[in-house]
């Protein structure tokens, strides 16, 4: 079992920055996707971003790349999103998951986290 608890989130203005935390703990292997996915309201939740366990083969979707950054503390088995230029449309409750390597899609993550809500004001 893996669990994962993100934290982080918050409001902010347009043009600001957050960094999400994701804390993660149990049987990771190194070779787990770490990924992020964020959903917004009535909408599907959707990709943004994934790290693998290692540190590595890290990939963002088209709509944040440029903005946001994924990287990893592997002395504190942590996860993290750092989110700058924020937009309204950014607004979202954001979630962290692990799943199989290289994955991109909602059903490839076998675990998840309870998420944090991001609200962007403009």
């Known amino acids: 079992q893996v669990q994962l608890v993100e934290s982080g989130g918050g409001l902010v203005q347009a043009g600001g920055s957050l960094r999400l935390s994701c804390a993660a703990s149990?049987?990771?292997?190194?070779?787990?996707?770490m990924g992020w996915f964020r959903q917004a309201p009535g909408k599907e939740r959707e990709f943004v971003g994934r790290i693998s366990w290692s540190g590595g083969n890290i990939y963002y979707a088209n709509s944040v790349k440029g903005r946001f950054t994924i990287s990893k503390d592997n002395a504190n088995d942590t996860v993290y999103l750092q989110m700058n230029s924020l937009k309204p449309a950014d607004t979202a409750v954001y979630y962290c998951?692990?799943?199989?390597?290289?994955?991109?899609?909602?059903?490839?993550?076998?675990?998840w986290g309870q998420g944090t809500q991001v609200t962007v004001s403009s």
């Open positions: 149990g049987r990771i292997f190194s070779s787990y996707a």
């Open positions: 998951a692990a799943g199989r390597p290289g994955a991109t899609m909602i059903e490839e993550y076998d675990y």
